[in-house]
């Protein structure tokens, strides 16, 4: 079946850093990928998708590559805000209807 | 518009008591889910109907769990009777028909917050 494994969290960076989320996963055929983001108190909303191989997600500065030959989706952005505070999930969806999603990662930054 | 709406989104009860949980879709989606979050599981799909029919109930846990589609603008979750273990933050989202067919983004509510004593 389709699973998605995403970096352990929680991750804490101070402000402007470098942040990259790993996300790699496992699935049949050619499955869309995303990335969604729950800000505290809220539900999950769509941050990015790809949905073919080499295709390229981006919004709010951050970026996500469809890599096909490594089965990931890693999230990157080059210099984090103390805003970008959140949880972010990976998820797939493939052949069914259905989104499978990662366990989430807890990003906190710091000023 | 007004986005996915869900009520009431916090709710309080005790063991064995029957909890109904609401959702009204953003006008004109076709597809309608419902989740679960805890700490422990991490996000769950429960079930989710298309066009108002239930197309996949595999997630729902046990019986004690019910839901229905009466129209295209309301659905509710039913748990009946409840237990401390199904606190969690329920969430309702819908989507679009995507161009290829199947569900398009899922635009989630902002949840209920469900804590059973």
């Known amino acids: 079946g389709n699973s998605v494994t995403q970096m352990e969290g929680p991750v804490t960076l101070s402000e402007e850093a470098f942040l990259t989320i790993n996300c790699t996963y496992t699935a049949t055929g050619y499955p869309s990928l995303f990335w969604y983001v729950q800000y505290p108190g809220e539900g999950l909303q769509l941050l990015l998708k790809?949905?073919?191989?080499?295709d390229k997600g981006s919004n709010k500065g951050f970026e996500a590559t469809y890599r096909k030959e490594t089965t990931s989706f890693h999230l990157e952005k080059g210099s984090v805000q103390v805003s970008d505070s959140a949880v972010y999930f990976c998820?797939?969806?493939?052949?069914?209807?259905?989104?499978?999603f990662g366990t989430g990662t807890r990003l906190t930054i710091i000023p | 518009d007004a986005g996915v709406i869900q009520s009431p989104r916090h709710e309080v009860t005790e063991m064995g008591q029957e909890v109904t949980l609401r959702c009204k879709p953003i006008?004109?989606?076709?597809?309608l889910f419902w989740y679960r979050q805890t700490m422990m599981r991490g996000l769950e799909l429960l079930i989710y109907?298309?066009?108002?029919?239930?197309?996949?109930d595999s997630g729902m846990p046990e019986d004690r769990f019910s839901a229905k589609m009466p129209n295209a603008s309301f659905s509710t979750l039913k748990i009946q009777p409840s237990e401390p273990r199904d606190s969690a933050v329920y969430f309702c989202?819908?989507?679009?028909?995507?161009?290829?067919?199947?569900?398009?983004?899922?635009?989630f509510g902002p949840g209920t917050r469900l804590t059973v004593l």
């Open positions: 109907f298309n066009n108002n029919v239930p197309i996949d």
């Open positions: 790809a949905t073919k191989a080499d």
């Open positions: 006008s004109g989606h076709d597809y």
């Open positions: 998820a797939l969806k493939g052949g069914n209807e259905k989104l499978t």
């Open positions: 989202a819908s989507s679009l028909v995507w161009a290829s067919g199947g569900p398009d983004e899922q635009f």
